[in-house]
């Protein structure tokens, strides 16, 4: 079946470097998914990206789908302690945008 | 809106005992979905349903049962519990694109 490999699994940070996880998929997707958890908290979306290539940016937050659109990017720059999280990408099974296949994540922690 | 609400936040089960989680939205979704979360790992689909009287298995079903009697409310039940089912359970909802979670249901069973 789809799966969805996310690496690194950890990444510790000190406060102002720069951070990036990246998603792969074992198939072609339709779109990915990225979502952010806090500790102790449920996950939380951040943004869906649907065409070959595309690029989106929210403030520090720079998010890639590839070409192939099998794999994704989340760069962050200049980290912030509020950035500590753990970062899911997620695929669609099918199309029924209720049945997602998550990645691991990746846990950042950033250190002042 | 309240958005997806789960009950209990905690519970501790012992072997073989059964119990029903709750999840509600109010956000006239279609599709509702349960995960479950241990510690490290990601996200791992339990159960899931595209409407009001629909639902079908996930990654990992085995020992859990939902029903979907109408679009609001998405139940979990666990039949006899067993220790390998202490985790962190998810409620989530969707239209066409982003899930909404719900806070959890963190459950131990001793």
């Known amino acids: 079946g789809q799966q969805v490999m996310q690496i690194p699994q950890y990444q510790h940070v000190q406060e102002g470097e720069d951070f990036t996880t990246y998603c792969n998929s074992s198939?072609?997707?339709?779109?990915i998914q990225w979502y952010k958890q806090r500790p102790g908290g449920h996950p939380v979306f951040l943004i869906q990206?649907?065409?070959?290539?595309e690029v989106k940016k929210q403030k520090r937050l720079t998010f890639q789908f590839g070409e192939a659109k099998k794999n994704s990017s989340l760069h962050i720059t200049a980290t912030q302690t509020t950035d500590v999280g753990t970062y899911f990408c997620?695929?669609?099974?099918?199309?029924?945008?209720?049945?997602?296949?998550f990645g691991d994540g990746t846990t950042l922690t950033v250190k002042p | 809106n309240a958005g997806v609400t789960q009950t209990p936040k905690f519970q501790v089960l012992k072997t073989g005992q059964s119990m029903t989680l709750q999840c509600a939205q109010d956000?006239?979704?279609?599709?509702m979905s349960w995960y479950r979360q241990d510690p490290g790992m990601g996200l791992r689909l339990i159960h899931y349903?595209?409407?009001?009287?629909?639902?079908d298995q996930g990654e990992v079903p085995n020992g859990y049962n939902v029903s979907r009697s109408t679009t609001e409310d998405f139940p979990l039940r666990l039949l006899s519990a067993a220790p390998s089912q202490t985790s962190v359970y998810f409620c989530?909802?969707?239209?066409?694109?982003?899930?909404?979670f719900g806070p959890g249901t963190r459950l131990t069973v001793l």
């Open positions: 989530a909802s969707s239209s066409a694109n982003e899930q909404f």
């Open positions: 198939t072609t997707l339709s779109n």
């Open positions: 990206l649907v065409k070959s290539g």
């Open positions: 997620a695929g669609p099974r099918n199309t029924n945008a209720g049945k997602s296949t």
């Open positions: 956000m006239n979704h279609e599709y």
């Open positions: 349903s595209v409407g009001a009287g629909i639902t």
